[in-house]
């Protein structure tokens, strides 16, 4: 069993950053190498929505338009840890911030308990 634990959330202002931190334990280092990492988010009164994903070999996604440019995914294998840095948050990132992993052929399996954000303005 894999246990995902978020952490980094907060209050920050408009225009602030934030580096989410997600941390993987119960698989062995070769398992979590090999799923594809995701963070999602949830805001109040709206559905989860993936923002972006990295695959075992590092290659990214971004499904989100609105965090192009502004927020990256990247992965540490050796400290079974995904991250997520957050640059010129805007309020409508408000929001809580949850990682999940999934093997390469299946859907999202674990998932953390998620992380608050809120971005004053």
């Known amino acids: 069993q894999v246990r995902l634990v978020e952490s980094g959330g907060g209050l920050v202002q408009a225009g602030g950053s934030l580096r989410l931190s997600c941390a993987a334990s119960?698989?062995?280092?070769?398992?979590?190498?090999?799923?594809?990492m995701g963070w999602f988010r949830q805001a109040p009164g709206k559905e989860r929505e993936l923002i972006l994903t990295?695959?075992?070999?590092?290659?990214?996604?971004v499904y989100v338009d609105t965090v192009k440019g502004r927020f990256t995914i990247s992965r540490d294998n050796a400290k079974n840890t995904v991250y997520l840095q957050m640059n010129s948050l805007k309020p409508e990132d408000t929001a809580v911030y949850l990682c999940?992993?999934?093997?390469?052929?299946?859907?999202?399996?674990?998932w953390g308990q998620g992380t608050q954000v809120t971005v004053s303005s």
């Open positions: 999940a992993a999934r093997p390469v052929y299946s859907g999202w399996t674990y």
């Open positions: 119960g698989a062995s280092g070769r398992t979590f190498s090999t799923y594809v």
């Open positions: 990295i695959s075992a070999t590092g290659a990214t996604s």
